[in-house]
């Protein structure tokens, strides 16, 4: 597609319930990054991915997050039993090459994470 | 760890005017990419430029410039021209140039208003 596209662009779950983001990146880029954004804060990273490898997952908060990228494309983040402070807008983002770092990556619209 | 500081969290200026939105960082590597994004309302992350540190030619991408001091870890962005358009968070990022550490640090950011 034209860009990195994520769904849904909102989600509503109950403190407790599982949730499943999704990130369909640009066609053809190796990179696939996954950010938290708290209200009225800058994003924060969470995971990182080249091809299907997940290189770094430093930024995951807890054992609840979990993302993969089986065939090398789109990506998922799942977060199991929700909590109240996960609510932020997950940006997913995508880059051509990893091997010429200053290429920029390119973001989504995010989702809108709230959990009641 | 690296960090990005954006100690304005707000501007203003007045549309033809200019303003300068001011970062800096703390790193102990030498080599790495600085970069200012742009989000309006609808989430989604745009780059408006980027800096190489082993550039000294300060950055420029229409009517928006950078002013880099490596030295004092400094990398102000210049909007020339201020148009409603611009109005927006803008946040400061770094990257390490080190094989394997791709992801972005942010800072918290910096709304701008533009008055007509």
């Known amino acids: 597609g034209a860009g990195v596209s994520q769904s849904p662009r909102y989600k509503v779950a109950k403190r407790g319930q599982d949730v499943a983001l999704r990130c369909d990146p640009i066609?053809?880029?190796?990179?696939l990054f996954w950010y938290q954004q708290a209200l009225g804060q800058g994003p924060e990273f969470l995971t990182y991915?080249?091809?299907?490898?997940?290189?770094?997952k430093s930024g995951l908060p807890s054992d609840r997050f979990f993302a993969e990228r089986p065939e090398g494309s789109v990506s998922t983040l799942k977060i199991q039993r929700t909590q109240q402070e996960d609510s932020a807008v997950y940006l997913c983002?995508?880059?051509?090459?990893?091997?010429?770092?200053?290429?920029?990556?390119?973001f989504g619209d995010g989702t809108r994470l709230s959990i009641l | 760890a690296q960090t990005v500081t954006q100690s304005q969290p707000e501007m203003s200026v007045q549309e033809a005017e200019t303003v300068t939105l001011s970062c800096t960082y703390d790193t102990s590597e030498s080599d790495y990419y600085l970069f200012w994004y742009k989000q309006p309302p609808s989430r989604q992350m745009i780059l408006v430029i980027r800096q190489e540190a082993y550039k000294q030619q300060n950055a420029t991408e229409n009517r928006f410039s950078v002013n880099f001091q490596k030295a004092a870890k400094s990398f102000s962005l210049k909007i020339s021209d201020s148009q409603l358009g611009d109005a927006a968070m803008y946040f400061c990022a770094y990257r390490s140039a080190q094989g394997g550490s791709e992801k972005l640090v942010f800072g918290k950011g910096t709304k701008l208003t533009v008055n007509p």
């Open positions: 991915f080249q091809n299907e490898a997940q290189l770094d």
């Open positions: 066609s053809g880029h190796v990179s």
């Open positions: 983002a995508s880059s051509f090459d990893s091997g010429v770092s200053n290429q920029p990556q390119h």
